[in-house]
T-cell receptor, first 115, second 117 residues
Framework: AQKITQTQPGMFVQEKEAVTLDCTYD???????LFWYKQPSSGEMIFLIY??????QNATEGRYSLNFQKARKSANLVISASQLGDSAMYFC????????????FGKGTKLSVKP | EAGVAQSPRYKIIEKRQSVAFWCNPI?????LYWYQQILGQGPKLLIQ????????DSQLPKDRFSAERLKGVDSTLKIQPAKLEDSAVYLC???????????????FGPGTRLTVL
């Protein structure tokens, strides 16, 4: 069975500093995709970044990067130069089970950025 | 480009009543998803449509939940009768038609927050 684990219910970071949000996953599939979403208090889920299991390079999108360690089955999100607007819930998700597999989400981490 | 639209944004009902949610996906998106997000948890897929056909409804409680997407565009999700444990945010998402590969970005609506008293 596929599973996503996010062990940090809440995190605090000072504005302009970097922060790492942890995510570990479990799957017996060799091919899969990993996603990070941001959910502000308004409720919508915003896609941030994607990493394929066969991608050799860690994904990067602006201030977001994904620290992908396949052997450890971890896909941590790194946010550089935190901004007040980064305060939100962050969800790690996985798609496995072939191209028809659906997204399985973790329980999320609440990030609070302090001025 | 307009995003995924959902209505209502909030709904309060008493247990055993019925309720319906509406979703209009992004134009041209063939795939539509309904998720249930209980407080403190990540979203859980309820049902996935490809055009007007059901791809996956394995986690939909079919004794009380139903969903349809008759013309392959907008969709409604219904709960009848509602239970206390149905209190959650119901998120609708859409994406382009599924093809090979795992990258298929889903665009989410703002959700409907349901409270069952």
């Amino acid at each position: 069975a596929q599973k996503i684990t996010q062990t940090q219910p809440g995190m605090f970071v000072q504005e302009k500093e970097a922060v790492t949000l942890d995510c570990t996953y479990d799957t017996s599939d060799q091919s899969y995709g990993l996603f990070w979403y941001k959910q502000p208090s308004s409720g919508e889920m915003i896609f941030l970044i994607y990493q394929g299991s066969y991608d050799e390079q860690n994904a990067t999108e602006g201030r977001y990067s994904l620290n992908f360690q396949k052997a450890r089955k971890s896909a941590n999100l790194v946010i550089s130069a935190s901004q007040l607007g980064d305060s939100a819930m962050y969800f790690c998700a996985m798609r496995a089970g072939g191209s028809q597999g659906n997204l399985i989400f973790g329980k999320g981490t609440k990030l609070s950025v302090k001025p | 480009e307009a995003g995924v639209a959902q209505s209502p944004r909030y709904k309060i009902i008493e247990k055993r009543q019925s309720v319906a949610f509406w979703c209009n996906p992004i134009s041209g998106h063939a795939t539509l998803y309904w998720y249930q997000q209980i407080l403190g948890q990540g979203p859980k897929l309820l049902i996935q449509f490809q055009n007007n056909g059901v791809v996956d409804d394995s986690q939909l409680p079919k004794d009380r939940f139903s969903a349809e997407r008759l013309k392959g565009v907008d969709s409604t999700l219904k709960i009848q009768p509602a239970k206390l444990e149905d209190s959650a945010v119901y998120l609708c998402a859409s994406s382009l038609a599924r093809t090979g590969g795992f990258y298929n970005e889903q665009f989410f609506g703002p959700g409907t927050r349901l409270t069952v008293l």
